[in-house]
């Protein structure tokens, strides 16, 4: 993760939606010398950051929760007053398709300002399959009309809704539907990619995610988890052993989830934005987790209970200042590795011929400028595919 090749003087020939050639101005201007040109300016042009855990797709922000939590107030508490993931639920459940496209496209467009070109989102505000496959669709049809690459997540069992935890056997029975009706339902669509879990004591079990993650890969989906977030239970064990994707949080993982994990193919994806936004002092051992091997990747949660950003520079200074991460660490993290746990490494997250044409220029004349300003906005442009995604000052034509 410290191989992040940082260079100088040279250009990018940009062909349809690929990268076709880097290297010296002089010679990419001599091979292509009728293409469009766009100056850089001598600034930083990073590959688009991947941002790979989000749940863009919500109706009204949580703000009011925020003092809440600040007054001492915990999760439970402020549930109990009817704030938390059940309020976003309610609050979803009584928008249309319409209505929840023009707010997420919006959200969307924010992070293609900060620089992401690449964005996994995930359902998991419905908890019935009509909802569920509504914020799907809201994914689908932004997917058409954004210039981003959108990759969807089924997150059905994101909380066991309201009406199954009240009744005696509500989480096998939601388990049942998430497996036997809300799953089909998703893959007979090809609405999503990937299938996660909230695998957290108090949500679901390890055994729960287990069903539930086994019959999404029998259905054709990658997998994903939440796990490790709060208290160690054996999710990134789990994720390494079923041959999740990625694995995501891990704030409270174990030693022997460490290991696992690093010795197997599952990307860890941190999310430093949310532990600082919700006021714990503990992050995810991210040291432990590079030093052992292990591949760690950058995203912001964006959502709107514990991580209302958009900010994807700043989430990597929370990688640097937090996880302790280098620059160049951080920057792998936000690209190659967040590519990585998309299964989209071989075509996402590098500057180089073959790969999709996603780029970020950000008014800083050296790539540690970009964690340094924190909290700043200095993407000045970003493209995916070739195509503008964000365009602040720099005129294409
Ligand atoms: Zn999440």
């Known amino acids: 993760m410290r191989d992040a090749a940082i260079v100088t003087g040279v250009a990018v020939a940009v062909a349809g939606a690929e990268i076709a050639a880097v290297g010296p101005q002089h010679e990419l201007e001599r091979s292509y010398h009728d293409a469009t040109r766009v100056d850089c300016g001598g600034r930083v042009l990073a590959p688009g950051f991947v941002d790979s855990h989000t749940h863009a797709i919500f109706g009204r922000p949580r703000f009011e929760e925020q003092e ?146 086994t019959a999404a890969r029998s259905a054709g989906l990658g997998l994903k988890l939440h796990a490790d977030e709060l208290r160690p239970s054996g999710g990134a064990e789990l994720a390494a052993e079923i041959g999740a994707t990625s694995a995501d949080h891990l704030a409270a993982i174990s030693e022997s989830g460490i290991r696992v994990l690093a010795e197997s193919n599952t990307v860890a994806t941190l999310l430093p934005g949310t ?28 959502n709107p209970g514990t991580s209302p950003t958009t900010n994807f520079p700043l989430i990597m200074t929370l990688g640097v200042s937090q996880l302790r991460l280098s620059v160049a660490e951080a920057f792998i993290a936000g690209t190659v590795n967040g590519a990585a746990a998309l299964s989209l490494a071989d075509r996402v997250g590098q500057i180089a011929p073959g790969f999709s044409a996603d780029l970020a220029l950000f008014d800083a004349a050296d790539a540690r400028e970009v964690p340094y300003w924190y909290g700043d906005q200095r993407c000045v442009g970003s493209w995916a595919k070739g195509r503008v995604c964000h365009p602040h000052t720099v005129e294409l034509h």
Request: glycine fraction near 10%; include cysteine.
């Open 275 to 302: 532990m600082l936004f919700l006021g714990k002092d503990k992050q995810a051992p991210a040291r432990a987790l590079i030093d052992a091997g292990g591949a760690v990747a950058l995203a912001t949660d964006f």
């Open 68 to 213: 809440l939590r600040a007054s001492g107030l915990d999760y439970m508490e402020i549930a109990r007053r009817g704030g938390g993931i059940h309020a976003s639920v309610r609050d979803l459940r009584a928008r249309s398709e319409d209505e929840l496209s023009v707010m997420a496209r919006g959200r969307l467009q924010r992070l293609a300002a900060y620089g992401v070109t690449t964005v996994e989102v995930k359902s998991g505000y419905g908890l019935t399959p009509e909802d569920e496959l509504k914020s799907l669709r809201v994914i689908r049809r932004l997917a058409a009309v954004l210039p981003m690459r959108l990759v969807p997540t089924w997150l059905g069992a994101h909380e066991i809704p309201h009406e199954y935890r009240e009744l005696p056997e509500g989480r096998s029975e939601y388990v049942h539907l998430l497996v036997s009706t809300m799953l089909p339902g998703v893959a007979s669509e090809g609405l999503a990619l990937f299938a996660d879990v909230f695998c957290e004591p108090g949500v679901f079990t390890i055994d729960e995610t287990r069903t539930i993650l």
